[in-house]
Nanobody
Framework: QEQLVESGGGLVQPGGSLRLSCAAP????????MGWYRRAPGKERELVAS???????NYGNSVKGRFTISRDNANNKVYLQMDSLKPEDTAVYYC?????????WGAGTPVTVSS
């Protein structure tokens, strides 16, 4: 099993918050670059945030100042705290992990921001 497991998506009001989580299977026994992409209906895939194996952070311009990525190295999990959510944040969010064999993905967790 090499698929990542995501959770935490759902429906939230504009201005609200959600926290997404992503767990890597035990076969990923080291620390790897991880992060989140999202895809909204009719739009291109967009990088949301990433965190490197040494804690390096990167955010998409549209989420800077509102989203925070972090990781739990002991359990090889990554989190995305999303605050001040906007309707344009509505998308399916996909977790990824970069390993020497390539990029591994989760199935996606949907986030809907609506009144």
């Amino acid at each position: 099993q090499e698929q990542l497991v995501e959770s935490g998506g759902g429906l939230v009001q504009p201005g609200g918050s959600l926290r997404l989580s992503c767990a890597a299977p035990a076969i990923f026994f080291s620390i790897y670059p991880m992060g989140w992409y999202r895809r909204a209906p009719g739009k291109e895939r967009e990088l949301v945030a990433s965190i490197g194996s040494s804690g390096e952070l990167n955010y998409g311009n549209s989420v800077k100042g509102r989203f925070t990525i972090s990781r739990d190295n002991a359990n090889n999990k990554v989190y995305l705290q999303m605050d001040s959510l906007k309707p344009e944040d509505t998308a399916v969010y996909y977790c990824f992990l970069d390993e020497s064999r390539g990029r591994f993905w989760g199935a996606g967790t949907p986030v809907t921001v609506s009144s």
